[in-house]
């Protein structure tokens, strides 16, 4: 846990934030005194965390919806952004998900637009309608959600949704040189295997046992296992000097 009081009186946007990852990357913002714009996904789920309406109520969580797929779907949540704060410090880009397993033979043009449009644009989406509010923050940070696969290649019937993790990835590189001259940083944090919804969807608990034996520190990872990384590379008092980096997480599961 870090500072309690490290990110105070600064305005933090979450996507993806309604479980997962997201949820605690918000909730480890919360805890260490931002004001938070969770976009909580395509829904605000009925049953979420009570600590969000705590939050809500003290005005320091802003809850959203929005479905990044839909036609408009960014800019609804630029919009809400833009209602909520005069500008934003952190950013962090996570909304994403294989959405399944698509055979490169059977791949459907759908399946390859909603993939795409999830994972890769919507971040460029995310990341150009909120630079005029990054640009008024305080030492500014982009951190964005890649993962192992753009690196592995994913297992069979990911390759688009890898492919997508590896543009973030060489997008976000390019970003950070370019924005560099406005003091803003632009990094990544690449998950390994991940215990959340995502591979309740699309692994099976044989394929994730398989995966954990080739795990040097012996087990999958968490939210939690994750989350302090974000709040690492985008606090300036303990990452200032770091932008277009690739922060791996993943128990060693990647060593290269
Ligand atoms: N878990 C892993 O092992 C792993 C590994 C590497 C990278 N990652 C990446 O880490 C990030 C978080 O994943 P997670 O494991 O926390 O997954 P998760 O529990 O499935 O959460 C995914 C989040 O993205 C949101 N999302 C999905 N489709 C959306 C849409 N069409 N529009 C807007 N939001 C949408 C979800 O909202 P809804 O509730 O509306 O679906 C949810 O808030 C993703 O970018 C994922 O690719 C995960």
Do not use: W
Request: net charge neutral.
């Amino acid at each position: 846990m870090y500072h309690p009081a490290l990110f105070k009186g600064m305005n933090v946007v979450v996507t993806g934030g309604g479980r997962g990852i997201g949820l605690e990357v918000a909730r480890q913002f919360l805890d260490c005194g931002a004001r938070v714009l969770v976009h909580m996904g395509r829904t605000i789920a009925a049953d979420r965390p009570e600590f969000l309406d705590l939050a809500a109520a003290e005005g320091r969580a802003f809850l959203a919806a929005a479905d990044f797929v839909a036609d408009g779907g960014v800019e609804r949540l630029a919009d809400v952004a833009r209602s909520r704060f005069d500008s934003v410090d952190v950013l962090v880009n996570n909304a994403g998900t294989m959405v399944g397993r698509f055979p490169a033979a059977d791949l459907t043009d759908e399946q390859y637009r909603t993939v795409v449009q999830l994972n890769q644009t919507s971040v460029v989406e995310m990341t150009r309608t909120m630079l005029p509010l990054l640009r008024k923050g305080t030492r500014p940070a982009i951190v964005n959600t890649v993962s192992i696969s753009a690196r592995m290649g994913g297992s069979p019937g990911s390759s688009i949704y890898s492919a997508t993790k590896a543009f973030v990835a060489t997008y976000s590189k390019a970003l950070a040189r370019e924005l560099a001259p406005d003091g803003i940083r632009v990094n990544c944090v690449s998950p390994g295997t991940i215990t959340t919804d995502f591979h309740e969807r699309y692994s099976t608990p044989e394929k994730l046992e398989a995966t954990r034996k080739t795990i040097p520190l012996g087990r999958l990872g968490t939210a939690e296992d994750c989350a302090p990384a974000y709040l690492f590379l985008a606090s300036h008092a303990l990452s200032g000097y770091i932008t277009g980096q690739v922060l791996e997480v993943n128990g060693g599961q990647l060593i290269c």
